[in-house]
Protein backbone atom coordinates (compact mmCIF):
# COMPACT_ATOMS: atom_id res chain seq x y z
CA UNK A 1 0.00 0.00 0.00
CA UNK A 2 1.43 3.31 -1.10
CA UNK A 3 1.68 5.81 1.88
CA UNK A 4 1.38 9.38 1.00
CA UNK A 5 4.84 10.93 1.30
CA UNK A 6 6.08 14.83 1.81
CA UNK A 7 8.77 16.34 1.05
CA UNK A 8 9.90 18.50 3.38
CA UNK A 9 11.55 20.89 2.17
CA UNK A 10 9.46 22.23 -0.56
CA UNK A 11 6.65 21.67 2.15
CA UNK A 12 4.28 19.64 -0.67
CA UNK A 13 2.82 16.00 -1.39
CA UNK A 14 3.78 13.37 -3.39
CA UNK A 15 3.75 9.38 -3.95
CA UNK A 16 7.66 9.33 -5.08
CA UNK A 17 10.35 8.84 -2.93
CA UNK A 18 12.33 11.65 -4.09
CA UNK A 19 10.78 14.72 -4.41
CA UNK A 20 10.28 15.91 -8.12
CA UNK A 21 11.71 19.27 -7.24
CA UNK A 22 14.76 19.26 -5.04
CA UNK A 23 15.47 15.66 -5.07
CA UNK A 24 15.18 15.47 -0.95
CA UNK A 25 13.91 11.93 0.11
CA UNK A 26 10.60 12.55 1.09
CA UNK A 27 8.85 11.23 4.25
CA UNK A 28 5.82 9.42 4.97
CA UNK A 29 3.29 12.43 5.41
CA UNK A 30 1.59 9.88 7.61
CA UNK A 31 1.41 10.26 10.54
CA UNK A 32 2.25 13.61 10.67
CA UNK A 33 4.21 14.06 13.93
CA UNK A 34 6.23 10.84 12.93
CA UNK A 35 10.16 11.47 12.95
CA UNK A 36 10.94 12.35 8.79
CA UNK A 37 13.52 9.68 8.27
CA UNK A 38 13.02 7.31 11.27
CA UNK A 39 16.04 8.26 12.97
CA UNK A 40 14.39 7.33 16.31
CA UNK A 41 13.71 3.95 15.35
CA UNK A 42 17.17 3.77 14.11
CA UNK A 43 18.32 5.08 17.84
CA UNK A 44 15.79 3.24 19.65
CA UNK A 45 17.62 0.04 18.27
CA UNK A 46 21.31 1.12 19.18
CA UNK A 47 19.76 2.20 22.78
CA UNK A 48 17.98 -1.34 22.93
CA UNK A 49 21.50 -3.12 21.82
CA UNK A 50 22.87 -0.75 24.70
CA UNK A 51 21.00 -1.92 27.17
CA UNK A 52 21.20 -5.78 26.01
CA UNK A 53 24.87 -5.42 25.95
CA UNK A 54 24.44 -3.61 29.81
CA UNK A 55 22.94 -6.60 31.00
CA UNK A 56 24.91 -9.38 29.35
CA UNK A 57 22.76 -10.88 26.80
CA UNK A 58 24.76 -9.84 23.73
ZN1 LIG B 1 11.25 19.09 -2.68
Redesign the pocket.
Known amino acids: MKHLLK?V??N?YTLKEA??????TTVPAIPPRYSPDDKYGDYRRKAKEVNLRMDGLL
Do not use: G
Open positions: CPCSCAVCSA
